[in-house]
């Protein structure tokens, strides 16, 4: 990260998306990382995730000491790692937040030694190398995944619930902008409302309207901010049959209306 902001000159990057997945180490660094428009002030030993598509920037006030390093989903096909593996332990949130990780002294170290391993393994003359990465990668997850919150359930790919919750999260990320209610997505796994509305709460302390809603809200964020639809385009792009409707589920869900919201952050 520090050669990093070097070769910036310390000038702060444009909020941004990428197609891949981004893990920052945080050894020092003043400044905050701002993730889908939520702000995660820098602190030490601390690990970000962000997920593909995600919008984020990194603004930094000194040069920091710290990492990263990314991977694509096809590295996971590669390598035979489950994308249910990365969706399972939690770490990475395509959508709502995403606070970044707080690790003790003794994780923290683990996880630079695994790192200064991956890095020892880029050379590509090194046989098995991709396999070593990934063998390296799941290691490091695993630590970060012991050092969270996550229900040690989550692990189990075999469990029923378990497969609601992936299959739900799944389906609100190709469906968000046509299917809005909770029924329509019960129906595509094949239980009752109720039942995915417990589980989803069970595993995540959200309804399953209340995840559905957050990844409308942000998509709609990052369409304000991302591009020049108008308020009426956004409205009818994310599923919303009128644009007055759209507006009032926008203002009660991030406390400003649309047009504001648009106007103060690209001030």
Request: hydrophobic share 35%; net charge positive.
């Amino acid at each position: 990260m520090g050669t990093i902001f070097d070769q910036a000159q310390g000038k702060t990057d444009v909020p941004h998306r990428h197609d891949y997945y981004t893990v920052l180490i945080i050894e020092k660094a003043n400044g905050k990382h701002v993730i889908d428009y939520q702000t995660h002030p820098f602190q030490e030993s601390e690990v970000h995730f962000v997920s593909p598509g995600q919008v984020h920037q990194v603004a930094l006030t000194d040069r920091p000491k710290g990492w990263f390093f990314t991977f694509s989903k096809d590295f996971l096909v590669e390598n035979n790692i489950p994308e249910s593996f990365i969706s399972n332990i939690n770490l990475f949130r395509p959508f709502g937040d995403s606070p970044p990780l707080k690790v003790d002294k003794i994780t923290f170290e683990r996880l630079l030694r695994i790192v200064k391993e991956m890095e020892a393994c880029l050379p590509k003359g090194l046989t098995y190398r991709s396999r070593a990465l990934g063998a390296l990668l799941q290691l490091f997850l695993i630590y970060c995944n012991n050092s969270s919150n996550v229900d040690v359930e989550q692990l189990d790919e075999e469990s029923a619930s378990i497969c609601i919750l992936r299959d739900f999260k799944d389906l609100v990320e190709k469906k968000y902008n046509e299917w809005h209610k909770v029924n329509r997505y019960a129906t595509e796994i094949h239980i009752s409302s109720k039942h995915l509305s417990q589980t989803v709460k069970n595993y995540t302390g959200k309804s399953a309207k209340g995840v559905i809603q957050d990844r409308l809200l942000l998509e709609a964020k990052r369409l304000l901010l991302h591009t020049e639809l108008t308020i009426k385009e956004i409205a009818y792009r994310i599923g919303f049959e009128e644009p007055l409707h759209f507006s009032g589920f926008f203002k009660n869900k991030a406390g400003i209306s649309p047009s504001k919201f648009r106007e103060e952050k690209k001030r």
